[in-house]
């Protein structure tokens, strides 16, 4: 991509090839195709959901050193349906002071609008299709991950509905947390997006995975996607942000009142939620449904063609779904203000310098700021990119000894009078650990008679 600076009735304009078009053509299509297309989409998501329940469960259960689920079938695969059916069976109850129609119009708005979202993922190149040449994508347009948030958003609804429907307080503080949570994480989300807009020009998904032809953009954006595999987690509210269902804060959160389908409904969401935003990661960092870089080397990349690229892509999905299932088996939940003071006060505020950044590094490749460049190791950089490096480098170096500073200072502060550095911890009778900061005191050793039965005792008073 390539662009100009002009003048324009003596304002500067800035011109730039058309590439926001989508790449992928859908005139071929006949519309009974694209149905076929939305209904193998939502099976394939389905069939997803039931065997990522059961390896989540196998994978913790090794990593705790349990088996986990192996009586329902081979290799208990048949758990997550049989579960599925006890949902069914279950009776359904409504709490009294419950709005039942929202009380059952939540559960539906939040599972639906999972789906939605995977209906622009691009999942290989063209294929044939019942003696039908179509792209293995059911739309897309212009603007087609903006879609995504925008769907991501109103699914924000279902939560908010449920914990104020259910007519109880725990429902509605849960609700009202996990509102605040996704909304904030949002926020981080869109703005780690920007980059890859940047880089490949477009917001069209299929334009994206063309434009890592050459290189991921995880690379030349891999602070975005750092920021991303962050937001995604705290997203879709998993370990360790599951922070809407604090036990022993708000028991089950939002969903508290639920039980049957309509939980099941929940739960459902949650998973396609997962899948949505691992498919999401694939397409705008990791080249989408294209094959790996010495994969692709092969016979002039024959392997990503065709029916092909719904294997890759599906590789690369479910790598992040083994990563979603090991922070869960590794992980501690951490504190909600933690949480949000982290989301607010660095990442947004990171993300943003981080997108003036690319936005320099790309306008120098473009030759915008001149054609001064630097020879290193006989390669080329723009001169304007190796500043914006080195401002980075130095503000980062700046913010980190800022951050130690603090902390020394909060650790000097904790050993204040009111808070001894040093501590006893068997002064009262009982072993007390100590605070952060303090330090715990040895105990004196004396020497005692010789011929006893023990030459030295340990003096345990303060």
Same mark, same amino acid.
């Given at each position: 991509?390539?662009?100009?600076?002009?003048?324009?009735?003596?304002?500067?304009?800035?011109?730039?090839?058309?590439?926001?078009?989508?790449?992928?053509?859908?005139?071929?299509?006949?519309?009974?195709?694209?149905?076929?297309?939305?209904?193998?989409?939502?099976?394939?998501?389905?069939?997803?959901?039931?065997?990522?329940?059961?390896?989540?469960?196998?994978?913790?259960?090794?990593?705790?050193?349990?088996?986990?689920?192996?009586?329902?079938?081979?290799?208990?695969?048949?758990?997550?349906?049989?579960?599925?059916?006890?949902?069914?069976?279950?009776?359904?109850?409504?709490?009294?002071?419950?709005?039942?129609?929202?009380?059952?119009?939540?559960?539906?708005?939040?599972?639906?609008?999972?789906?939605?979202?995977?209906?622009?993922?691009?999942?290989?190149?063209?294929?044939?299709?019942?003696?039908?040449?179509?792209?293995?994508?059911? $739309?897309? !347009?212009?603007? +087609? #991950?903006?879609?995504?948030?925008? %769907?991501?958003?109103?699914?924000?609804?279902?939560?908010? &509905? =449920?914990?104020?429907?259910?007519?109880?307080?725990?429902?509605?503080?849960?609700?009202?947390?996990?509102?605040?949570?996704?909304?904030?994480?949002?926020?981080?989300?869109?703005?780690?997006?920007?980059?890859?807009?940047?880089?490949?020009?477009?917001?069209?998904?299929?334009?994206?995975?063309?434009?890592?032809?050459?290189?991921?953009?995880?690379?030349? $954006?891999? !602070?975005?996607? +750092? #920021?991303?595999?962050?937001?995604? %987690?705290?997203?879709?509210?998993?370990?360790?942000?599951? &922070? =809407?269902?604090?036990?022993?804060?708000?028991?089950?959160?939002?969903?508290?009142?639920?039980?049957?389908?309509?939980?099941?409904?929940?739960?459902?969401?949650?998973?396609?939620?997962?899948?949505?935003?691992?498919?999401?990661?694939?397409?705008?960092?990791?080249?989408?449904?294209?094959?790996?870089?010495?994969?692709?080397?092969?016979?002039?990349?024959?392997?990503?063609?065709?029916?092909?690229?719904?294997?890759?892509?599906?590789?690369?999905?479910?790598?992040?779904?083994?990563?979603?299932?090991?922070?869960?088996?590794?992980?501690?939940?951490?504190?909600?203000?933690?949480?949000?003071?982290?989301?607010?006060?660095?990442?947004?505020?990171?993300?943003?310098?981080?997108?003036?950044?690319?936005?320099?590094?790309?306008?120098?490749?473009?030759?915008?700021?001149?054609?001064?460049?630097?020879?290193?190791?006989?390669?080329?950089?723009?001169?304007?990119?190796?500043?914006?490096?080195?401002?980075?480098?130095?503000?980062?170096?700046?913010?980190?000894?800022?951050?130690?500073?603090?902390?020394?200072?909060?650790?000097?502060?904790?050993?204040?009078?009111?808070?001894?550095?040093?501590?006893?911890?068997?002064?009262?009778?009982?072993?007390?650990?100590?605070?952060?900061?303090?330090?715990?005191?040895?105990?004196?050793?004396?020497?005692?008679?010789?011929?006893?039965?023990?030459?030295?005792?340990?003096?345990?008073?303060?």
């Amino acid at each position: 991509m390539s662009g100009a600076l002009v003048q324009a009735g003596g304002i500067p304009a800035l011109v730039m090839p058309m590439v926001d078009n989508p790449r992928t053509d859908f005139t071929t299509t006949p519309w009974w195709l694209s149905l076929i297309k939305a209904l193998l989409i939502f099976v394939y998501l389905l069939i997803s959901t039931l065997l990522v329940i059961w390896f989540e469960r196998r994978v913790i259960g090794r990593m705790q050193q349990r088996p986990g689920p192996n009586r329902a079938g081979p290799f208990g695969l048949l758990q997550t349906l049989a579960d599925g059916l006890k949902s069914m069976l279950k009776e359904d109850v409504t709490p009294a002071a419950a709005d039942k129609l929202i009380f059952t119009l939540a559960p539906i708005l939040a599972a639906t609008m999972a789906f939605v979202s995977f209906s622009i993922i691009p999942m290989g190149d063209k294929a044939s299709m019942f003696g039908t040449m179509t792209p293995l994508q059911l $739309a897309d !347009f212009p603007v +087609a #991950v903006l879609l995504v948030l925008a %769907v991501a958003s109103v699914g924000v609804y279902g939560i908010i &509905l =449920a914990g104020w429907s259910s007519g109880s307080t725990y429902p509605l503080l849960g609700g009202l947390r996990a509102t605040a949570q996704v909304i904030s994480y949002e926020i981080a989300m869109g703005l780690s997006l920007v980059a890859v807009f940047i880089y490949s020009g477009s917001m069209s998904t299929s334009q994206i995975v063309f434009g890592q032809s050459s290189v991921w953009y995880l690379i030349p $954006a891999f !602070f975005s996607f +750092a #920021v991303y595999i962050i937001t995604m %987690v705290g997203e879709t509210n998993r370990l360790p942000f599951d &922070l =809407a269902e604090g036990e022993g804060e708000l028991t089950g959160g939002f969903h508290t009142e639920y039980g049957s389908m309509r939980f099941a409904m929940f739960y459902l969401g949650e998973y396609i939620n997962m899948f949505t935003v691992a498919a999401l990661a694939t397409t705008m960092f990791l080249g989408g449904w294209q094959a790996p870089p010495l994969i692709s080397l092969i016979n002039d990349n024959m392997f990503s063609g065709g029916w092909w690229g719904v294997l890759w892509f599906t590789a690369k999905l479910w790598s992040f779904m083994f990563f979603f299932v090991w922070l869960r088996g590794s992980l501690p939940r951490v504190r909600y203000d933690q949480f949000m003071r982290f989301g607010w006060k660095f990442l947004i505020p990171v993300t943003l310098v981080w997108v003036v950044v690319v936005s320099f590094i790309r306008g120098s490749q473009n030759g915008w700021f001149g054609d001064s460049v630097v020879s290193i190791a006989g390669r080329n950089f723009p001169t304007v990119t190796l500043a914006a490096v080195g401002v980075v480098a130095v503000l980062a170096l700046a913010v980190s000894w800022v951050y130690d500073t603090r902390r020394a200072e909060e650790e000097d502060a904790e050993g204040s009078p009111g808070t001894p550095r040093e501590v006893d911890p068997f002064a009262g009778g009982y072993p007390v650990p100590p605070l952060p900061g303090q330090t715990l005191r040895e105990p004196a050793r004396k020497a005692v008679p010789v011929g006893s039965t023990t030459t030295i005792e340990e003096d345990t008073r303060g």
